[in-house]
T-cell receptor, first 114, second 113 residues
Framework: NAGVTQTPKFRILKIGQSMTLQCTQDMNHNYMYWYRQDPGMGLKLIYYSVGAGITDKGEVPNGYNVSRSTTEDFPLRLELAAPSQTSVYFC?????????????FGPGTRLTVT | KQEVTQIPAALSVPEGENLVLNCSFTDSAIYNLQWFRQDPGKGLTSLLLIQSSQREQTSGRLNASLDKSSGRSTLYIAASQPGDSATYLCAVWTETSGSRLTFGEGTQLTVNP
């Protein structure tokens, strides 16, 4: 299994541009998540999904959109990029069965908006 | 609302020392607790998962304990090595938080040769 994969690894955007961060997992996990991590800071939840067709906002959803059309994929869309969106973005997936819940992370996408 | 605190925020120790990282949480109604490691510029790697019914889990030189009633977990690292230098995060899945983990801010560990 490849686990959770993210593309691209790095990206530089100009202010006002848009882009989609890709995330795919091959573990058949129902739950998927997008976090951002600013330099020297903790993780903040942007959006999450408990299954195909279901998404919900996290702590910091403004400026982002998501969709979940399949179990495997959970892309994050940035519209009208702003310097405040400069961050490292992590995608994660989880299984939850019988009260056991474990989260797996992708390697991250480092985004700079200038 | 669940809150997770990790103390200390940073720790520097000489190689070979045994050390303890602390994690506390405010809501003891958890399903499980997960310890992660994050190397600079990298993603999070899961180290240990403790279910609410368990008291501890071990993997190599790492031992994690859980005291659910007091809202505490510790990560014990034996015979620390420079390669252990990283940020360690704990996260809990709380019964009332739906499908979301609550993360601590992490402890940045430096092991000096």
């Amino acid at each position: 299994n490849a686990g959770v994969t993210q593309t691209p690894k790095f990206r530089i955007l100009k202010i006002g541009q848009s882009m989609t961060l890709q995330c795919t997992q091959d573990m058949n996990h129902n739950y998927m998540y997008w976090y951002r991590q600013d330099p020297g800071m903790g993780l903040k939840l942007i959006y999450y999904s408990v299954g195909a067709g279901i998404t919900d906002k996290g702590e910091v959803p403004n400026g982002y959109n998501v969709s979940r059309s399949t179990t495997e994929d959970f892309p994050l869309r940035l519209e009208l990029a702003a310097p405040s969106q400069t961050s490292v973005y992590f995608c994660a997936s989880s299984y939850a069965t019988g009260g056991l819940y474990e989260q797996y992370f992708g390697p991250g996408t480092r985004l700079t908006v200038t | 609302k669940q809150e997770v605190t990790q103390i200390p925020a940073a720790l520097s120790v000489p190689e070979g020392e045994n050390l303890v990282l602390n994690c506390s949480f405010t809501d003891s109604a958890i399903y499980n607790l997960q310890w992660f490691r994050q190397d600079p510029g990298k993603g999070l790697t899961s180290l240990l998962l403790i279910q609410s019914s368990q008291r501890e889990q071990t993997s190599g030189r790492l031992n994690a304990s859980l005291d659910k009633s007091s809202g505490r977990s510790t990560l014990y690292i034996a015979a620390s090595q420079p390669g252990d230098s990283a940020t360690y995060l704990c996260a809990v899945w709380t019964e009332t938080s739906g499908s979301r983990l609550t993360f601590g801010e992490g402890t940045q560990l430096t092991v000096n040769p």
